[in-house]
């Protein structure tokens, strides 16, 4: 290399000497300097250079020192080099970066410090020239990274702002670009099928790329897995950074090139376990992805992954927040519409919040209540017991309870509810508050009441009914055990209330009833019971009377006060009762017992004559089970063929003949060995259950003895006596019907019913109704002991009964008592009025007779005329009847 020639003078040779050795000295550190020293004209020629720079530039000193110094730096054109040498002239000394070219072409970076100076006239620049294309790749690399780290950010910021993957996506490509540098980003998720991955949203230049490209993931055919799909199937990232050389792209290369592709990157994109999408970036660099970017890379990927838990985290929550609002509307709607009253209170006692139910049932608003306490609106009695559980739900012993508890409402009203409430603690046990909720059972315990009530009390008269009858008497009796009184058990019957009802009708009836139990009621203690039984029965329970007289005292009070008139609906009623009472100890003491007792000695009360006290005894006992006794009896006799009809004749007075016979029972006991006659055993029948079947027995034994007679050649007519009991049975006109159809050889009106005036009245309408229908079987109809009853005439005169029989104890009187005379009178006109025959019964003498043909009434029947027969005496008697009165019959 030629050295720069320095030329100088000295005399001192050492001086000489030591000059040249710093000379040297310093021409070795220029030529090992790290810069390249470059002595440039203004021209721009290269005057000198040291080691550094021919090293360098690949040039020798001589080839060098024959170049200009754009040869080297392409960028100091001559035009440059004069703008820069102005500069370097007015400023001394400049830095700049530039670059070289090598001699072998390959250009790299500069770092170029300028240094003017004059020398001898001449102007000088000399350039220490470094080579800086480490620290400039370094820089690169840094930049690369800072735009990676942006993108990222950029990214993270995103997320921050994005809900959902559909806007992320194609965001995150465009950053990809945009940002870190790359030219194409897409993002890619697996088919339906799962069989492959499907491009969804890309960015950057030559996206086309993509057109029609699907990435199989099932594929066999190692050549045909790309990094897309290892990425996607093993999870992980992949990075090439020659796509040329890799083997992995070999089946993209040709589309690579096309686009300028020479590296790449994918990443899984993982959601939990679960990879959900592959990205892809291309750079049109190799080796775009060194050890920082890819973490970067991969810290992005993972950002994006965490952005879609974010995403399906939000979404949840939203969902939650929207269940949980949905929710919440709900329940307040539940709170606000419900009809049960629903509060929440606090460990103060006051109402914390309270729903309109609640505000409605009390009466107060929902202000009003909310400043107050519950204890404010208790019920004074239950307060002990409500506060008694409010304590155990604070003091953490009870969780929640329920009872029925009454409020106080703003007007002052009671009310029954029923309060659950139950304790909401916060997370150390301590009561927050207490969830309550309140039935109004008011309405409920009314209807309770009522029921009971009706359970209880007859719906009447509001006096006990029999029910709780049995229940005081059961207390009463389990009293008397323990004190030395006595228990009376009052039987009380009306007497003749059914005429009552049949007279002035049933409601009106009623009022009586209710009038009478009232009179009795008053009569009475407090600690008495007065019960209706039922019907027209009213039962008493005296409790604590010393002895009997005291108990016959307070009985005849009650007598006494029934006797008195009842005026009712502008009607003035007099009744009377019949009274039957057993005492206990005396008597045993079973309820069900004394009530029968009772019962029976109120029954004698009656057959004695009605409006009497009878005490029961054991003569009551004996009568009883003497009718008992009877009625057994008679069943038997039924059976056994000891029943018959007598037939008693009933005559026209004035025509002399017989119209006909009423048949009357006679009892031949085969144990007593007599006939013993219906007043005997007739009265024991009344009211039990044989008294149809022996009712029945008559008709159908009527009924043959008619036909034989029909068959001799005796053409009469009989009649029967029918029991109320059995008229007014459902089945009666289908037995009459029945039995009839048996005879059909029997004239019209050869059968006759006779009925007592009283078993017409009632359901006047559907007696009638009955008496038609079984006319229409051809039978007629009589009015037995008419004049006894208390039939009203328009009743009386709307009956379908042909005959209307006196009753005896007026025709056996009449003849010296003018008030039985006049009756008879009267009925007799009645009759005529009323277009109906009239026929005596009871017609004892011939005077009897005479005196009735005298009034009008010509027929008769009774003991002067004929007194009942077998019914084999009945041909021969009437062959032989000659007519009544007959002054040879007179007796
Ligand atoms: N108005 C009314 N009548 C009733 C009621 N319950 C029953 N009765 C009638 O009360 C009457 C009671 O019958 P009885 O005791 O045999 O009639 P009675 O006329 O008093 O006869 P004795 O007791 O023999 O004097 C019957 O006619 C029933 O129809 C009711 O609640 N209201």
């Not at 500069?87 to 970066?97: A, D, F, P, R």
Request: proline share 3%; net charge negative; hydrophobic share 40%.
């Amino acid at each position: 290399m030629s050295k720069v020639q320095l030329y100088c003078s000295s005399r001192d040779i050492s001086e000489r000497r030591q000059f040249e050795a710093t000379l040297r000295f310093k021409q070795f550190g220029i030529d090992h300097a790290a810069e390249q020293m470059l002595w440039i004209d203004r021209q721009g020629r290269i005057l000198d250079v040291n080691e550094s720079a021919c090293r360098q530039l690949g040039y020798s000193y001589s080839e060098l020192v024959q170049m200009s110094v754009g040869d080297s730096d392409p960028f100091f054109t001559p035009d440059q080099w004069g703008r820069l040498w102005e500069k370097l002239k007015v400023h001394g000394t400049m830095s700049l970066e530039s670059s070289q070219r090598h001699r072998n072409g390959s250009i790299y970076p500069t770092e170029v410090l300028a240094n003017y100076f004059e020398y001898e006239g001449v102007e000088y620049n000399c350039m220490l020239v470094r080579d800086i294309s480490r620290r400039k790749a370094y820089e690169q690399r840094i930049q690369r990274l800072t735009d990676l780290y942006h993108a990222l950010s950029e990214i993270n910021q995103a997320i921050v702002r994005m809900e959902t993957k559909d806007k992320l996506f194609p965001l995150v490509c465009k950053l990809a670009v945009e940002f870190a540098g790359f030219e194409m980003a897409w993002i890619g998720v697996p088919s339906e099928q799962r069989d492959a991955i499907i491009p969804e949203v890309f960015y950057g230049t030559g996206t086309d790329y993509l057109t029609g490209l699907s990435f199989p993931l099932m594929t066999t055919d190692a050549e045909q897995l790309g990094p897309i799909a290892l990425s996607f199937r093993e999870a992980r990232n992949i990075f090439v950074n020659d796509f040329m050389s890799d083997p992995l792209t070999t089946p993209w290369k040709a589309r690579a090139q096309m686009y300028g592709w020479r590296s790449g990157a994918t990443f899984p994109i993982i959601q939990g376990d679960t990879v959900v999408a592959v990205m892809a970036v291309y750079a049109v660099t190799t080796d775009a992805f060194h050890e920082e970017a890819v973490t970067v890379l991969d810290e992005m990927v993972r950002d994006i992954a965490f952005a879609l838990d974010t995403f399906d985290r939000e979404l949840a929550r939203k969902k939650a927040e929207q269940s949980l609002y949905e929710r919440e509307q709900h329940f307040r709607a539940y709170f606000e519409r419900s009809m049960v009253g629903m509060a929440t209170t606090a460990s103060d006692r006051r109402w914390i919040e309270v729903n309109p139910a609640l505000c409605e049932m009390l009466g107060y608003s929902n202000a009003e209540l909310t400043g107050m306490s519950w204890e404010d609106i208790t019920h004074t009695e239950d307060l002990a017991l409500n506060r008694q559980l409010f304590e155990r739900v604070v003091s953490g012993k009870l969780d929640e309870y329920e009872f029925d508890k009454r409020f106080f409402k703003k007007n002052g009203d009671i009310i029954y509810t029923h309060v659950a409430a139950r304790a909401v603690r916060n997370p150390s046990g301590m009561l927050d508050y207490l969830v309550v909720l309140v039935d109004d059972l008011t309405l409920l315990r009314k209807q309770q009441m009522e029921l009971e009530h009706r359970v209880y009390y007859d719906t009447l008269t509001n006096l006990p009914n029999r029910a709780l009858l049995t229940d005081r008497l059961e207390h009463a009796l389990a009293q008397l055990k323990r004190s030395n009184g006595l228990v009376a058990v009052c039987f009380i019957d009306l007497d003749g209330f059914k005429q009552v009802n049949d007279t002035y009708g049933h409601a009106l009836g009623d009022h009586l009833l209710v009038a009478v139990g009232k009179r009795i009621h008053d009569a009475c203690r407090t600690t008495d019971t007065v019960a209706r039984f039922g019907g027209d029965e009213f039962v008493v329970i005296i409790e604590g009377n010393s002895d009997q007289s005291e108990c016959l005292f307070l009985l005849q009070r009650i007598q006494e006060t029934i006797g008195q008139p009842f005026q009712i609906e502008g009607h003035w009623l007099k009744i009377s009762a019949s009274i039957g009472v057993t005492l206990c100890p005396d008597d045993v003491s079973d309820g069900e017992v004394l009530l029968r007792h009772a019962d029976q000695a109120m029954y004698l009360a009656k057959q004695s004559g009605r409006d009497r006290i009878y005490f029961f005894d054991a003569q009551s006992e004996h009568l009883m089970r003497h009718r008992t006794h009877t009625l057994e009896r008679l069943e038997q006799a039924l059976a056994l063929g000891e029943l018959q009809l007598y037939y008693q004749p009933k005559v026209d007075m004035l025509q002399g003949r017989v119209i006909g016979l009423e048949a009357l029972i006679r009892w031949h006991d085969s144990m007593q060995g007599r006939l013993v006659l219906p007043g005997e055993f007739i009265p024991l029948v009344e009211g039990s259950h044989f008294e149809i079947v022996l009712s029945e027995w008559v008709v159908r034994q009527a009924l043959c003895q008619l036909s034989e007679w029909h068959r001799m050649g005796l053409d009469l007519s009989l009649s029967v006596n029918i029991p109320a009991p059995h008229l007014r049975s459902p089945g009666f006109v289908d037995f009459i019907r029945l039995e009839m159809a048996v005879y059909p050889q029997l004239p019209p009106r050869a059968l006759e019913l006779e009925i007592l005036e009283t078993a017409a009245l009632g359901d006047l309408d559907a007696v009638i109704q009955k008496m038609m229908h079984c006319m229409d079987f051809g039978v007629s109809f009589s009015i037995d002991d008419f004049g006894t009853g208390y039939a009203s005439l328009s009743y009386l005169r709307r009956l379908p009964a042909s005959i209307i029989k006196i009753d005896q104890v007026f025709i056996r009187d009449m003849l010296h008592d003018p008030e039985d005379l006049s009756i008879v009178q009267g009925v007799i006109g009645l009759a005529l009025a009323f277009h109906k025959a009239v026929l005596a019964e009871g017609v004892e003498t011939i005077a009897h007779g005479r005196k009735l043909l005298d009034m009008g009434c010509s027929l008769a029947q009774g003991f002067g005329i004929a007194r009942p027969m077998p019914a084999a005496e009945v041909p021969g008697w009437i062959r032989n009847f000659k007519g009544f009165p007959e002054e040879s019959s007179q007796q």
